[in-house]
């Protein structure tokens, strides 16, 4: 499976995006990007997935750069309720998730 | 249920102690997956069941610890024996096919003593 590199830590400002890059310089040709997110005390939550290119829905925007190498996860104008740990995942779909030590998102006010 | 239901949400037991933790996963989900989550950590892939057969039982740390699905829905992870560094949060997770977006529960809150 292909290794995952995110920031361990990041802070922002309410209102301002955020954009957290991970790195999957190994990723396969059949591997899927995949983002989470967890709260304290719940278990975690499908934010995007996408191939290639770019992905938009609601909540944020995936950006994946031609080669595949990297991705990186766009939050616009967050808010204190995004605090959060942000896990990036690159694995076949026919694979069970697996997790890294993801990106605590610290959003200040 | 609308989500994946976990229970207990909490279990404090001694060390040494079986414990039982199930999972009920969504309506006709048939892959479902386990996880243990310590503190600062990612969750830690355990077993995978697609159906009621085990897929991929790869993550279970040794065999005090065991997985059921006997009827392709509600799963009972078991541990026999506990030991103190078993203590974490136990996360169930479903999915309608292996490539679509996984559910997680809340998690059980498992204690050894």
């Known amino acids: 499976l292909a290794k995952t590199t995110q920031p361990i830590s990041m802070d922002s400002y309410e209102g301002q995006e955020v954009n957290i890059t991970c790195s999957h310089n190994?990723?396969?040709?059949?591997?899927?990007i995949t983002w989470y997110q967890q709260f304290p005390s719940q278990g975690p939550r499908f934010i995007i997935q996408?191939?290639?290119t770019k992905v938009t829905n609601e909540v944020a925007s995936l950006f994946i750069p031609a080669d595949r190498k990297s991705s990186t996860l766009s939050l616009p104008r967050v808010s204190l309720s995004d605090t959060a740990v942000y896990y990036c995942?690159?694995?076949?779909?026919?694979?069970?998730?697996?997790f890294g030590k993801g990106t605590r998102l610290s959003v200040i006010a | 249920g609308a989500g994946v239901s976990q229970t207990p949400s909490n279990k404090v037991t001694e060390k040494g102690k079986y414990v039982e933790l199930r999972c009920d996963p969504i309506?006709?989900?048939?892959?479902l997956y386990w996880y243990r989550q310590s503190l600062g950590q990612g969750p830690e892939f355990l077993i995978y069941?697609?159906?009621?057969?085990?897929?991929?039982d790869s993550g279970l740390p040794n065999d005090r610890f065991f997985a059921v699905r006997p009827e392709g829905s509600v799963s009972t992870l078991k541990i026999q024996r506990t030991e103190r560094g078993d203590s974490a949060v136990y996360l169930c997770?479903?999915?309608?096919?292996?490539?679509?977006?996984?559910?997680f529960g809340q998690g059980t809150r498992l204690t050894v003593v």
């Open positions: 069941f697609q159906g009621t057969g085990a897929a991929d």
């Open positions: 997770a479903s999915r309608a096919q292996e490539d679509t977006e996984a559910f």
């Open positions: 190994n990723i396969a040709t059949n591997d899927y």
């Open positions: 995942l690159v694995c076949p779909g026919n694979t069970p998730l697996v």
């Open positions: 996408g191939y290639k």
């Open positions: 309506s006709g989900h048939t892959a």
